[in-house]
Each structure stands twice: as structure tokens, then as C-alpha cells.
């Protein structure tokens, strides 16, 4: 199963490149389609064409990646308390946030310095509310996020310990909240203390992501139990997963062309929670499929933090590289969105691979965790 579960951070870690590749194909639809055709930016008449839904298939089918890591994380942490030689203790956890932390922090640095060399800057004040909020950068929401859970689990694990029934509830109820309260913000010019709802709905909260981090931790417990309940069979848990898959891909477009919100890319709605739930649950149970990969994946896998924390800048750096030398490449996705993908997770890899040959790989755990 541990495996398994490397085998499923490398493949999120990979969702998480793809997601974010997506978003710069937007960007050379939308903004900067003067650079390979002759109309003013922004220009949105490619809308509906067939390279616009190839890119929101990519967004909306990766929506999982966030989910998965939670429920990894949520995996080991019970793991790690099991049986008599209980070794979760505030020491682990103390161990496992400065992991995430110090290099969150030095590359949030980087990215704050490269910033203000362009001419971006901020008041100090701002600086410390973006680091709180995993803001150098949009991606960088889940450091904060994680470390939230972290700093929860012991008293995750007590709770899914004494009655793990109840605790999967009420994450689920928890969470449900959170969706419904960001439903209520399509319509927030007609609803009062639609800022506050924001504020509590904002992806680096614990509330809104809560149950994929107990249903991990639960799912570590008593797998046995859970999967004839969700799962009953192969084939009906498949044909649910292709229903949702084609929710997810449908209803933040129909939101997006009814409402102006753009919700594409998260899975913080009905159709994205569901659909992340259910691949996880897939995976868990049906994982081999993809074993003659295991090896790429394990290897992304073991590196997904370092990936994690480097990967937007990388894609930013080489999509404004293309913009400047080859433009007519932003006007052809297919081959656009590949050179991206593979540059966003073999640059950081050979990086990471390059500190651990060097006379800086004593400060390897210090960069990438």
C-alpha cells in the first residue's frame, strides 16, 4: 500500500504541473494571442473551440491532485501512530511542519525577491500576510494548508480512533458547509457578508479541504471496512467515476457561463470533490493498472515537494521564454501544453538530482523538504 501511495503522489504531482501548464494555454489564448495573430489582447473568440476544451479537460480532470496529497499525508500520520509504538508525538509533527516550512520559506523568499527585481513590491506588512497565506505564489496555498492539518492530527487520530464513524461524518459535514458556502458567492452581490464568506471559503483554510485528510487517516485504520461500502464493485465504481468525470468537466463551465465566476481547476465544488474522492478511491484499489509507470511515479513521488515548490516559476520562466522566441507556438496548444508539462517537472527534478551531486546536497532537506 505504501507504494501505492508514492505511486499516487508522483501522479498528483504530475496533475499539479498539467493544472497549472492549462493556465498559461488560457494566457496565450486569451492575452497574449497578439504575439501569433493579428487582434488586440485580450481576445476571447476562441472560446468554445476545440484547444479551449482540451485545456479545461486538462484543468478539470487534475482537480484530484490536492485531495490525493491530503489523504497520502492523512495515510502516514495514522500510520505512524499505530499499534504500541505509537510515534506521533508533538516532536514528529514539530519535525514534519519545519520540513515544510523552512523550504516554503526560502523559495517564497526567492520568489518575493525576483518580484520586487521586476518592479513588484509590497508593504511589509503584506509580505508576512502572503507568507501566512501560501501566497508568494497561487500554488503555494497548500504548505499553509498542510501544515494546518498537521498541527490537527493528533487530535484527528484520537477522534478517528474512538469512533471513526463519527469523524468521518463530521469532516464531511464540515466540508459540505464550506461548498455550500461557496456556492452562495455566485450570487454575493445579492447576499450580505459575501467578504466574510470569502475569507472562510479560502483555499488555504483546513475547513474546506478537512475531509480528504480524515478520510486518509480513517482509510489507514480500517480500509477493509470502508471499500465494500464505497466500492461494491469494479465496474459500477468505474462507470461512477466516468459520470463524474464528465461532471467535472461541465459544471464549472456552466457556472463559468452563467455566473462570470471561474471555478475551473479547483475541486472545492459538488462535481470536484466527488470526482477526487472517487479517483482516489480507484487508485487505492486499483492502482497496478498503471505499473509499468511505477517506477517514473515512485521517482516523482519521492520528489513532489521540491516539484511542488518549484514547478510555477519554471513554467512562468519558460512561457514567457516561448512568448518572446517562438510565439507561434502559443497558437498551437498541442504542442504548447506538452513542451510545458515536461519542462515544469524534469527541470526541477535535474535541479533536485544536480543539489544531491554537488557539495550543496547537506542542504538538500533544507530546500525541498
Not at 96 to 122: C, K
Not at 272 to 292: K, Q, S
Request: charged share 10%; net charge positive; with cysteine.
Amino acid at each position: 500500500m505504501k507504494n501505492r501511495l508514492l505511486f499516487l503522489n508522483g501522479l498528483a504531482i504530475l496533475a499539479v504541473v498539467i493544472n497549472h501548464a492549462a493556465s498559461w494555454g488560457y494566457t496565450a489564448m486569451f492575452w497574449w494571442v497578439d504575439r501569433y495573430r493579428h487582434v488586440p489582447p485580450p481576445n476571447f473568440d476562441q472560446v468554445g473551440s476545440l484547444p479551449y476544451y482540451g485545456l479545461l479537460a486538462a484543468k478539470q480532470l487534475t482537480v484530484f491532485s490536492v485531495p490525493a496529497f491530503l489523504f497520502v499525508s492523512g495515510f502516514f500520520i495514522a500510520y505512524a501512530a499505530r499499534g504500541t509504538q505509537n510515534m506521533l508525538n508533538w516532536r514528529m509533527i514539530r519535525r514534519r511542519v519545519s520540513n515544510l516550512l523552512i523550504p516554503y520559506f526560502l523559495w517564497s523568499i526567492v520568489i518575493f525577491i525576483g518580484d520586487a527585481i521586476q518592479g513588484q513590491t509590497y508593504p511589509f506588512t503584506e509580505y508576512l500576510v502572503r507568507l501566512i497565506q501560501g501566497q508568494a505564489t497561487s500554488a503555494y496555498f497548500y504548505v499553509p494548508l498542510l501544515c494546518q492539518f498537521y498541527l490537527l492530527s493528533p487530535f484527528v487520530v484520537r477522534t478517528v480512533k474512538a469512533r471513526w464513524q463519527l469523524a468521518l461524518i463530521g469532516a464531511a459535514i464540515v466540508q459540505i458547509a464550506v461548498i455550500a458556502l461557496k456556492y452562495l458567492l455566485l450570487f454575493s452581490d445579492k447576499i450580505s457578508h459575501a467578504t466574510l464568506i470569502r475569507h472562510i471559503t479560502s483555499p488555504w483554510l483546513f475547513p474546506g479541504w478537512i475531509f480528504f485528510f480524515v478520510f486518509g487517516v480513517v482509510f489507514s485504520f480500517h480500509r477493509e471496512r470502508i471499500l465494500p461500502l464505497v466500492l461494491p464493485s469494479k465496474r459500477k465504481a468505474l462507470a461512477l467515476l466516468a459520470v463524474l468525470t464528465l461532471l467535472v468537466i461541465v459544471e464549472p463551465e456552466f457556472i463559468y457561463r452563467l455566473t462570470g465566476r471561474d471555478w475551473r481547476g479547483t475541486p472545492l465544488a459538488i462535481s470536484g470533490g466527488l470526482y477526487a474522492l472517487y479517483f482516489i478511491l480507484c487508485f487505492a484499489t486499483m492502482g497496478n493498472v498503471l505499473a509499468p509507470f511505477s517506477n517514473l511515479f515512485h521517482q516523482l513521488g519521492r520528489k513532489s515537494f521540491g516539484i511542488y515548490l518549484l514547478h510555477p516559476k519554471v513554467l512562468e520562466f519558460f512561457a514567457r521564454v516561448i512568448r518572446q522566441v517562438a510565439p507561434w507556438l502559443l497558437g498551437h496548444q498541442i504542442l504548447y501544453q506538452p513542451i510545458l508539462i515536461i519542462l515544469g517537472v524534469s527541470v526541477p527534478s535535474l535541479f533536485m538530482t544536480a543539489v544531491t551531486k554537488s557539495s550543496l546536497r547537506r542542504f538538500y532537506h533544507l530546500l525541498f523538504g
